[in-house]
């Protein structure tokens, strides 16, 4: 769809404009396109130190940003050169600008998310989260904790559940907390 997209483009563009335009509007799109390398560079090393590029870029930040100014003025000189070409570049970036805020960033964002789930799972960091409401349960399901966490090398997260029945006071569940405090502090040293 995407080749059938750009042939009907390109096509149309042909018929309907001069080629100085139709070369001007490619031109600043490559300009644009190189402006964005440019900074993307510079907030990838910025934002990202950690990832391992496998080149390096002589005289860093200097010459990026000798590159993003010497670019954008380029994309201002075309400007004079051929306003028509400005906007049939605008007219290529605009709806497919709006299409990306629309549909494609919102995938982003959950791809990220998954992403750095994953990353998470793959350096092992886990947590048991052990959740009990009276000392019979707690310690039944601290040995399984313990084996999972062992190991996982994991570590192990206790709370505390005290059951209120429907139409009790809240307070009424806190009447076997000695009981309770007892396994818990217990627990804590193991």
């Known amino acids: 769809m995407a080749i059938l997209l750009s042939l009907v483009i390109v096509v149309a563009m042909s018929i309907s404009l001069?080629?100085?335009?139709?070369?001007?509007?490619?031109?600043?799109?490559?300009?644009?396109?190189?402006?964005?390398?440019?900074?993307?560079?510079i907030r990838l090393r910025k934002k990202r130190p950690d990832l391992d590029r496998g080149f390096w870029v002589p005289f860093f930040p200097y010459l990026t940003i000798a590159a993003v100014v010497l670019l954008f003025s380029l994309a201002v000189y075309m400007f004079t050169y051929s306003p028509l070409g400005w906007l049939v570049t605008a007219g290529w970036i605009g709806p497919v600008w709006v299409l990306y805020r629309a549909y494609a960033s919102k995938r982003e964002i959950k791809h990220v998310q998954k992403m750095k789930a994953l990353e998470r799972l793959e350096k092992k960091e886990y947590r048991v989260l052990v959740a009990a409401s009276n000392i019979t349960a707690a310690e039944r399901l601290s040995r399984i904790a313990m084996a999972f966490a062992k190991k996982n090398k994991a570590g192990i997260i206790y709370v505390r559940v005290i059951e209120v029945r429907e139409h009790q006071r809240l307070g009424k569940?806190?009447?076997?907390?000695?009981?309770?405090?007892?396994?818990?502090?217990r627990r804590r040293s193991l």
Do not use: P, T, Y
Request: proline share 0%; net charge negative.
């Open 18 to 41: 001069h080629i100085e335009d139709v070369a001007s509007a490619a031109d600043i799109m490559f300009l644009l396109l190189f402006l964005q390398v440019n900074i993307a560079l």
């Open 173 to 185: 569940g806190l009447e076997d907390r000695k009981e309770q405090r007892h396994f818990w502090i």
